[in-house]
């Protein structure tokens, strides 16, 4: 097993520090590979981090993003698909996004097709800026085929070793696709034919800033697992709602149509949705209209204090 090394990691937007143990061959990977993908080669890179609940992969997976992208605050880790989507459209070149617990609450198979969904979707984007992308997920099998053999870099699976947390193994690209064409079968990775020798260990670190960020970030994590399993969202709904934002943001880029006027289109149509709804969904896709044009805002408070528009309403 590799040595560790004490990297140390500036944010050139703050000047904090932050420094914990890296794998020797990881680190020396991520420099190799990493930056030269993003900055040479003008691709995005895309990798899976999975393991069991509490082995401790999404502390590796930020380590990891803190490195390539010491940018990487807590703004950029999200835990949902519209807050992927939001982080995609508003990251800069070359910046990391670490899709946190990406599938949970999605038992379903046809729940887990329509995240797989949202991910393809949003590869185009991902590609263009060059983005660094680190998925978290229970397990890499839940990826559809595209998603997991073509577009993963590679795969790092987190494991426990005599009741201890902090192992991982790395899955290069040809090794990667094999373990999913046959361990998917019965979800396993201890296969004769798919072995890996890039292993190694890493500490519990938290590396995106003090204990008051661990414990936001903390409590940002868990409100996002409660409202996933209290209210989970079924197939249908995961499908509908992605169409629904889509249409909507074509709505507004194509026609240039304001918020208000959207707004209003809708109710000729009997579908009801304020303005805020409207622009929240639009932000997701990198709308920045409101920095530019007040006309929206105006009319949309307009329209609130409007009392002819009550009237019409009562009636």
């Avoid at 997991?148 to 201890?164: C, D, M, N, P, Q």
């Avoid at 996002?224 to 079924?234: G, K, R, V």
């Avoid at 949705?273 to 409207?278: E, F, G, L, R, T």
């Avoid at 009319?299 to 309403?313: C, F, G, Q, T, Y």
Wanted: with cysteine; proline share 2%; aromatic share 10%.
């Amino acid at each position: 097993m590799a040595p560790t090394q004490l990297v140390t990691i500036k944010n050139p937007k703050t000047g904090k520090t932050v420094e914990y143990a890296m794998d020797t061959r990881l680190k020396d990977n991520l420099d190799r590979v990493a930056k030269d993908v993003l900055e040479k080669k003008d691709k995005d890179l895309f990798i899976a981090v999975d393991g069991a609940e509490g082995s401790g992969k999404s502390t590796l997976a930020l380590q990891i993003g803190k490195y390539v992208d010491p940018t990487l605050d807590l703004k950029r880790v999200v835990f949902d698909a519209d807050s992927f989507r939001e982080a995609i459209f508003k990251a800069k070149k070359n910046q990391c996004i670490v899709f946190d617990e990406a599938f949970n609450g999605l038992s379903s198979r046809a729940s887990l097709s329509a995240m797989n969904r949202v991910l393809v979707g949003l590869m185009m984007q991902m590609r263009q800026k060059n983005l660094f992308i680190i998925i978290v997920l229970p397990t890499f099998f839940m990826l559809e085929r595209y998603a997991a053999i073509f577009r993963t870099k590679s795969l790092i699976h987190v494991y426990e070793s005599g009741g201890r947390r902090g192992y991982f193994r790395v899955y290069n690209e040809r090794l990667k696709k094999a373990l999913y064409l046959i361990g998917k079968k019965d979800y396993s990775y201890n296969h004769k034919s798919v072995r890996t020798r890039f292993y190694g260990r890493f500490y519990g670190k938290f590396a995106l800033g003090d204990e008051k960020e661990e414990l936001t970030y903390r409590k940002i994590k868990m409100k996002a697992l409660e409202s996933t399993s209290q209210d989970p969202m079924t197939a249908g709904q995961i499908k509908y709602k992605e169409q629904r934002d889509i249409v909507l943001w074509r709505l507004r880029k194509e026609m240039k149509m304001t918020y208000q006027h959207m707004q209003e289109y809708l109710e000729e149509y009997g579908l009801s949705m304020n303005y805020s709804q409207i622009r929240n969904i639009c932000v997701k896709f990198g709308d920045k209209a409101d920095e530019k044009n007040k006309k929206d805002i105006k009319l949309a408070e307009n329209s609130e204090n409007d009392p002819k528009k009550d009237k019409k309403d009562k009636k």
